[in-house]
């Protein structure tokens, strides 16, 4: 993977939710409270803050709003400027319309780190899309389904993934990217696996063929997770009736390359109720 600076120690990924075809996206997120490790980990200054494309290496132009932060409060709000955000020139217009990663970058102990955050960053944060941080992401995937990629083969068979749900059952898909990634990527200083996910967006048909994605998802809380997982919400479904997903991944590697991937999965809705035992 790319990392922005071997002085950095930490990064954590972010998601910026752009569905709605903005190419040059303003965007903010208040760190949450429950956050420990950032906390923990981030200068009294917070001046080893950054914050970068998903590329992991372009750094983008942001600043600290609403006040100075305060480790003592857990107190921070960020936002990001379009300046240099362009997310469809920066990965194709498919990002234009999509979840579109970024990463958070902390725990750099220099002495005298100077900040990066530019004061004079000019937000409208009525209108600002939302930044997602997966803070607890892990403790939702025991009980949630999931897919794991793989890379496109000759002449292949969709759908790979098959999954069974309840009507009423609100959960999630995560996409696990790291076997399609793998294989197809260059050697990048002793990894293999030195593309990150650009961005991610998602259709959703029931079995006549009906374009059901604002029923069956939010498109706004697909999230961009470390390790190259994707997290999907899942809800709603009529009784017996399958659903076709349609993900489609962008890829970016170190020189700013861009690839993409179609991966496809099949969700069962069955009411359980409806067939007591």
Do not use: C
Request: hydrophobic share 40%.
């Amino acid at each position: 993977m790319a990392w922005y600076d071997s002085a950095w120690l930490y990064r954590v990924p972010l998601t910026l939710a752009n569905h709605s075809g903005v190419n040059e996206p303003e965007a903010q997120i208040t760190i949450p409270k429950s956050a420990g490790h950032f906390w923990s980990k981030t200068l009294s200054t917070f001046n080893d803050v950054r914050l970068t494309a998903a590329d992991g290496i372009t750094l983008l132009d942001w600043a600290f709003d609403g006040g100075t932060p305060s480790q003592a409060n857990r107190t921070a709000t960020i936002v990001v400027d379009d300046t240099d955000h362009n997310v469809a020139t920066l990965y194709g217009n498919a990002a234009a319309s999509a979840s579109v990663g970024a990463w958070l970058y902390y725990g750099n102990s220099e002495d005298g780190l100077a900040s990066n955050a530019n004061n004079s960053v000019d937000v409208n944060t009525g209108t600002a899309k939302t930044l997602l941080m997966p803070v607890g992401a892990a403790s939702n995937m025991s009980n949630a389904y999931h897919a794991h990629a793989s890379a496109p083969g000759v002449d292949q068979a969709y759908p790979d993934s098959e999954f069974r749900k309840q009507v009423n059952d609100q959960t999630y898909i995560f996409w696990h990217m790291g076997r399609a990634i793998g294989p197809l990527s260059q050697p990048n200083h002793k990894r293999f696996d030195n593309e990150e996910i650009a961005y991610a967006t998602a259709i959703i048909y029931d079995q006549d063929g009906a374009d059901t994605t604002s029923a069956m998802t939010e498109l706004n809380e697909i999230a961009i997770l470390g390790n190259h997982v994707v997290r999907m919400p899942i809800k709603a479904g009529d009784h017996e009736k399958r659903y076709f997903i349609i993900m489609t991944f962008g890829l970016v590697d170190a020189e700013g390359g861009i690839r993409v991937i179609d991966q496809r999965a099949t969700i069962h809705v069955r009411n359980l109720g409806l067939h007591p035992a």
